[in-house]
């Protein structure tokens, strides 16, 4: 009984830091947005969050909406690879469909900037492939 209530004590802390992350990402200094991307990147590729993502997609896909939008090179980077993981953890589904068609057509406007950084570049085109492999529900 005890080892089951640790585990879950773990879990709900993982969670309680991943909430935390995702809020840090609206905050108004950048480094601390990329702390952020970076903390969430880790997480994502570590661990299967999907129940805890899945009532939380929107507005992890509203923060990383904004900083691709408002954010520069290095965080453009990291939104894009936190969202390649987002699609993966969401998988083929319609939620996954769902993230990916909301996000497509800034991670082309990204990717197709000729100011934007190659770092950033580069990752909105992974992403856009890795998104469109895993969850894109129109074969073209």
Do not use: N, W
């Amino acid at each position: 009984g005890s080892e089951a209530a640790s585990e879950q004590g773990q879990e709900e802390e993982v969670e309680d830091r991943l909430k935390e992350h995702m809020d840090s990402l609206l905050d108004k200094s950048a480094k601390a947005r990329q702390a952020a991307l970076q903390s969430l990147r880790l997480a994502l590729s570590s661990k299967t969050l999907s129940e805890f993502l899945l009532e939380r997609r929107l507005t992890l896909t509203d923060s990383l909406e904004k900083c691709l939008k408002k954010g520069k090179g290095e965080e453009q980077a990291l939104a894009g690879t936190v969202l390649t993981l987002l699609c993966l953890q969401m998988g083929s589904g319609p939620e996954g469909e769902e993230v990916f068609r909301s996000l497509k057509p800034l991670l082309i406007s990204v990717l197709t900037d000729s100011a934007a950084s190659p770092s950033a570049r580069q990752s909105c085109a992974t992403a856009l492939g890795m998104c469109c492999y895993i969850a894109a529900a129109d074969l073209e």
